[in-house]
């Protein structure tokens, strides 16, 4: 089993910027990826970015790429997601997730996830 916590999200204004954590725990060798994705009220959960854990390539939606960076301290086994540049649009529950699927995109694709954290973001 892994275990994954997030924190960091908050309110922000547009233009701001926040930083999201995940800590995992546990069986964290089997982890291959970790992907944040994000939930709207009444909209399916998407995929933000996702990094490789021991490579760190990355891969990110169209519409945060070049505003949202996604790394990982393999030493605090800490991914974390730097957003810049915030919109309205990118309010929502952010999650963590875990899984031993390269390159996944698909929420299903994924073993285990954190609780969320949400982040709002004020016009």
């Known amino acids: 089993q892994v275990q994954l916590v997030e924190s960091g999200g908050g309110l922000v204004q547009a233009g701001g910027s926040l930083r999201l954590s995940c800590a995992a725990s546990?069986?964290?060798?089997?982890?291959?990826?970790m992907g944040w994705f994000r939930q709207a009220p009444g909209k399916e959960r998407e995929f933000v970015a996702l990094i490789n854990w021991s490579g760190g390539t990355t891969d990110y939606t169209d519409s945060v790429k070049g505003r949202f960076t996604i790394s990982r301290d393999n030493a605090k086994n800490t991914v974390y997601l730097q957003m810049n540049s915030l919109k309205p649009e990118d309010a929502a529950v952010y999650y963590c997730a875990a899984g031993r699927t390269a390159w996944a995109t698909r929420p299903t694709l994924y073993n285990y996830w954190g609780q969320g954290t949400q982040v709002t973001v004020s016009s």
């Open positions: 546990g069986r964290t060798f089997s982890i291959y990826s």
